[in-house]
Structure formats: C-alpha cells, structure tokens
C-alpha cells in the first residue's frame, strides 16, 4: 500500500529508505515514485505541509455524508462502492485500482453525441442556441465524454454545415419556385407555333389511349388523326410523344418498386434516428436526476 512517510526527508536513515523501497514498490526505482506522485496528483513541494492536508482532509471527510464522498470520487475518478470508511480510505490513499477504468470513446462521425447535437443545433427554439460553447459541452454527459476542444471544434464545423445546407435549400426553393412562376407566364404557343405539350389536354389523353391500348395496330399518322388535339402538333412531334410516352409506361413499375424501395430505407432511417435521440433525451434526464439525488 502507498504510503506517505517516505516523503519524509532526513529522518530516516538509509535502511529504512532502502526497506520502504523494497515494500512499497517492488521495482525498486524512481519512476515509480514519480508515477504514485503524478497519480495522486502531488508535486514537488513541502512535505510537512501534505501531511498536515491529509491529516486535515481526514478529519473533514468524516463529517461528510456518504453522497457526498461519492461525489467526490466521482470528481476524480475513483471508484464509488463500498462503505464510508472505504470511501474516505480511498480519496486519502488511492490505489492504481482504484481508479474507473477509461471507458471506450465511440468515433464522433457515428456516435450518438453527434446525433443529440444536429437535434439540439436544428432546433431553432431550443435554448441550446443561448449557451456559450464551454456550457454546451458541459450540458450532457454525452459531450463530455470527448475533450472540450475537440466537441467545441466539431460543433463550429456541424453548425456551419447546417447552415450552409440550409442556405442551399432555400437557394434551390427560390429557383423552382421562379422556374415555376415563368412556366405559368408562358405562352401555350412556342416559337414553332404549336402548343407546349407537358401543358395541353393531348399528353393526357395520349397517356390514357396507350393504357387502353388504342394504339395496337396503328401508325402514328393513323393515331393522329384519331383526335383533334393531337392534330395541333406536326407528325413528327407527335410521334416523339409517343415513343417518349411507351418508354415512360413500360419503365414505370420498375421506377416505382425502386422509389417504394429508397422511401422504405430513408423512412427506417428516420425512424431510427429519432428514437435514438428520444432515448438521449431520456438517459441525459436519468443522468440529471442521479446527480440531483446523489447531492439531496
């Protein structure tokens, strides 16, 4: 066991300095003095004056409840079983197993940190906006498992890709939405002095005489002459609208198993997500209300 009295320095004579090595740490060297020092977080200092705070932090644990001790493992990563004095044992005179083991930090691309971030960052009304980077990372058990420079530095590169997402949509909703607004203000007349035809009563009805099959045996001058709106376009526009229109209806089932297929996998996405960041939610409130109890 670590102990504090051979930081004692010329009370001792070289025997007992060459015993305590030999019990205390079998390697027999400096490093391990200096990796015991780095581990309880002591420095280079007066001596008298750490054993004079042990003493005192002794006195001062046992007035403290068992919650609270615990809080204070936890601050230092120590384990936070057993009974009170075991507690007060362990923050006076730690061990190497003593310490929680590091857990294993999931990769930021697929971790649910992330994910609970692009939530809490496209939630306009969420008062995450108001934080200042140092609190957000501070606000979920989540974020800090990862360092504060590191989430900080993530988070400025998440925003700014929503952002620029954002911006693109909008760009694109003005463009279609001009594209539309000038496709209305068209003539039905074009250049060539025939109606457009995505906007004219003869695409419809050209559709709907394919699916019935009217045009079994027929020629396209002959399909023609069938209806007066077809005879507003020259023959060979009407026969492009018609090979255009069979290759439309002959791919269509496969158009639609694949769009039924992608809309399934985005829709499970979805879904996926969103529960995942239901239970974030949830563990970050369970994590919230242990610490609030741990300190009642």
Same mark, same amino acid.
């Given at each position: 066991?670590?102990?504090?009295?051979?930081?004692?320095?010329?009370?001792?004579?070289?025997?007992?300095?060459?015993?305590?090595?030999?019990?205390?740490?079998?390697?027999?060297?400096?490093?391990? *003095?200096?990796?015991?020092?780095?581990? /309880?977080?002591?420095? *280079?200092?007066?001596?008298?004056?750490?054993?004079?705070? !042990?003493?005192?932090?002794?006195?001062?644990?046992?007035?403290?409840? !068992?919650?609270?001790?615990? +809080?204070?493992?936890?601050?230092?990563?120590?384990?936070?079983?057993?009974?009170?004095?075991?507690? +007060?044992?362990?923050?006076?005179?730690?061990?190497?197993?003593?310490?929680?083991?590091?857990?294993?930090?999931?990769?930021? @691309?697929?971790?649910? $940190?992330? $994910? /609970?971030?692009?939530?809490?960052?496209?939630?306009?009304?969420?008062?995450?906006?108001?934080?200042?980077?140092?609190?957000?990372?501070?606000?979920?058990?989540?974020?800090?498992?990862?360092?504060? *420079?590191?989430?900080?530095?993530?988070?400025?590169?998440?925003?700014?890709?929503?952002?620029?997402?954002?911006? +693109?949509?909008?760009?694109?909703?003005?463009?279609?939405?001009?594209?539309?607004?000038?496709?209305?203000?068209?003539? /039905? !007349?074009?250049?060539?002095?025939?109606?457009?035809?995505?906007?004219?009563?003869?695409?419809?009805?050209?559709?709907? *005489?394919?699916? =019935?099959?009217? @045009?079994?045996?027929?020629?396209?001058?002959?399909?023609?002459?069938?209806?007066?709106?077809? /005879? $507003?376009?020259?023959?060979? !526009?009407?026969?492009?609208? +018609?090979?255009?229109?069979?290759? @439309?209806?002959?791919?269509?089932?496969?158009?639609?198993?694949?769009?039924?297929?992608?809309?399934?996998?985005?829709?499970?996405?979805?879904?996926?997500?969103?529960?995942?960041?239901?239970?974030?939610?949830?563990?970050? =409130?369970?994590?919230?209300?242990?610490?609030?109890?741990?300190?009642?």
């Amino acid at each position: 066991m670590f102990s504090f009295s051979r930081f004692n320095s010329g009370s001792e004579s070289d025997e007992d300095k060459d015993n305590n090595n030999v019990d205390d740490h079998p390697d027999n060297g400096e490093n391990s *003095d200096s990796e015991d020092e780095s581990r /309880l977080g002591f420095d *280079d200092g007066d001596v008298d004056d750490l054993e004079k705070e !042990v003493a005192e932090s002794e006195e001062e644990l046992m007035s403290y409840k !068992v919650a609270q001790l615990k +809080i204070k493992l936890a601050e230092r990563g120590l384990i936070q079983t057993g009974r009170k004095p075991e507690l +007060i044992k362990r923050l006076l005179n730690p061990q190497p197993s003593d310490f929680k083991s590091k857990p294993k930090i999931e990769p930021w @691309k697929t971790s649910k $940190a992330k $994910a /609970l971030l692009i939530r809490l960052l496209r939630d306009k009304t969420s008062t995450f906006h108001h934080l200042t980077r140092e609190k957000a990372w501070e606000s979920s058990e989540w974020f800090k498992i990862y360092p504060k *420079d590191r989430f900080i530095s993530n988070m400025k590169n998440l925003k700014r890709s929503l952002e620029a997402r954002e911006l +693109i949509v909008a760009s694109d909703n003005k463009i279609i939405e001009a594209e539309i607004s000038s496709l209305c203000m068209l003539n /039905l !007349v074009t250049v060539r002095e025939y109606p457009l035809w995505h906007d004219n009563d003869a695409s419809r009805l050209l559709e709907k *005489d394919l699916k =019935d099959d009217l @045009k079994k045996g027929m020629t396209p001058l002959e399909l023609q002459q069938t209806r007066e709106e077809y /005879l $507003a376009f020259p023959c060979d !526009v009407f026969r492009k609208h +018609i090979y255009q229109e069979v290759r @439309k209806q002959r791919e269509m089932p496969m158009k639609i198993a694949k769009r039924n297929k992608l809309a399934e996998t985005q829709h499970k996405q979805v879904v996926d997500e969103e529960a995942a960041r239901w239970h974030a939610e949830q563990e970050h =409130d369970d994590l919230v209300n242990e610490m609030v109890n741990l300190m009642v």
